[in-house]
């Protein structure tokens, strides 16, 4: 069964433009809503996540929208840079459940 | 100074044959895991160890049985190597409380190429 569904799976966007990747879900009983970024060679790394009682976290140039009836959110890279060149996976789950359901992923390219 | 650290980095070897990963984490968390990384970059979990004892064991062949020596260490060993176990194995570490506080820290992973 498909739980989680990441698009698009492969991004490149100019240096200085806004990269967006979208999350979508089934499960309603989820809670925490993160991105992990994953360099190559590298393991994933948390980047950034929303509780469901906001729609909206900024830190820094990242952004996650969540959108709680539509079972989405999104991860927004503003002033997108080469060093954001990466591969990106959102990871719903139940709070505090060490079961994480990963995306399929999304290989950003950042191009100059 | 890692704080999740898998050894090899790298591992080929035979079909048939047997290998262990290893893998430590020194940030003093309760609960361990390991997740395959497929060639598309899918990532599922395999297991879940929280103070020794197995809380999660996904769908894996029994020829993979981690082994939780104490709640620093958590390594994988793997019988009769298939072609199809050829992946990225990473390790990872947390602490059993709400995930806002304690997300998971991966490890840098294990390629293993089986041929």
């Known amino acids: 069964q498909q739980q989680v569904k990441q698009s698009p799976q492969s991004l490149i966007v100019q240096k200085g433009g806004i990269s967006i990747i979208n999350c979508a879900y089934e499960n309603t009983a989820f809670d925490y809503f993160p991105w992990y970024q994953q360099f190559p060679g590298k393991g994933p790394a948390l980047l950034i996540a929303i509780r469901p009682d906001v729609s909206e976290k900024k830190e820094g140039r990242f952004t996650i929208s969540f959108n709680k009836s539509a079972k989405q959110f999104s991860l927004h890279i503003m002033d997108s840079q080469p060093g954001d060149s990466a591969t990106y996976f959102c990871?719903?789950?139940?709070?505090?459940?060490?079961?994480?359901?990963f995306g399929t992923g999304t290989r950003l390219t950042i191009i100059p | 100074d890692t704080a999740v650290s898998q050894t090899p980095k790298y591992l080929v070897t035979q079909m048939g044959n047997d290998k262990s990963i290893k893998c430590e984490q020194n940030?003093?968390?309760?609960?361990m895991y390991w997740y395959k990384q497929d060639s598309k970059k899918f990532l599922k979990i395999m297991f879940s160890y929280n103070n020794k004892e197995l809380i999660i064991n996904e769908t894996v062949p029994n020829r993979f049985s981690p082994k939780s020596p104490d709640k620093a260490h958590l390594n994988l060993h793997i019988n009769s190597l298939e072609l199809g176990d050829s992946a990225v194995y990473f390790c990872?570490?947390?602490?059993?409380?709400?995930?806002?506080?304690?997300?998971?820290?991966f490890g840098n992973g294990t390629r293993l190429t089986v041929t």
């Open positions: 940030l003093g968390h309760d609960t």
């Open positions: 990872a570490s947390s602490r059993r409380e709400s995930s806002y506080n304690s997300p998971l820290h």
């Open positions: 990871a719903p789950s139940v709070d505090g459940n060490e079961k994480l359901t």
